[in-house]
């Protein structure tokens, strides 16, 4: 009979596990990272296009950062601070979307009424 293979595994290190642990939970901290950005922003209200243009900066300086630098820790929060300046960045813009999406559906619904109003003569 064989012996079974055994392969020896060393334990991870400190810096390691951290990383395991980051890029297990990138999405939630990016989450979390871009909800406390919102929240100071209400809170403290600067800027509206300052703070945009500044959201915008560090997102193309941490994407540039994160594909320049090799696999580690600070190449995972990299992207976890890109990832939270792209969901700061896309939030406005969904938002203005929908918002210009809900102005012109009310007005072909204004119209509508109009054009029955004055087909009906109501």
Do not use: H, K
């Not at 403290?44 to 193309?60: F, N």
């Not at 090799?70 to 918002?99: E, H, K, Y």
């Amino acid at each position: 009979m064989d012996d079974p293979l055994i392969i020896e595994l060393e334990p991870p290190s400190s810096r390691e596990r951290a990383r395991r642990w980051l890029r297990g939970r990138r999405l939630m901290l990016s989450g979390i990272l871009a909800l406390v950005e919102v929240i100071a922003f209400l809170i403290w209200r600067p800027s509206a296009v300052l703070l945009a243009t500044l959201a915008i900066v560090v997102l193309v300086v941490s994407v540039m950062g994160a594909t320049r630098i090799g696999p580690g820790l600070a190449r995972d929060v990299l992207w976890i601070v890109a990832i939270a300046q792209g969901i700061v960045v896309t939030i406005p813009l969904i938002i203005g979307v929908s918002l210009v999406a809900a102005l012109l559906t009310a007005v072909v619904i204004i119209i509508a009424f109009i054009a029955i109003a004055a087909r009906w003569r109501v």
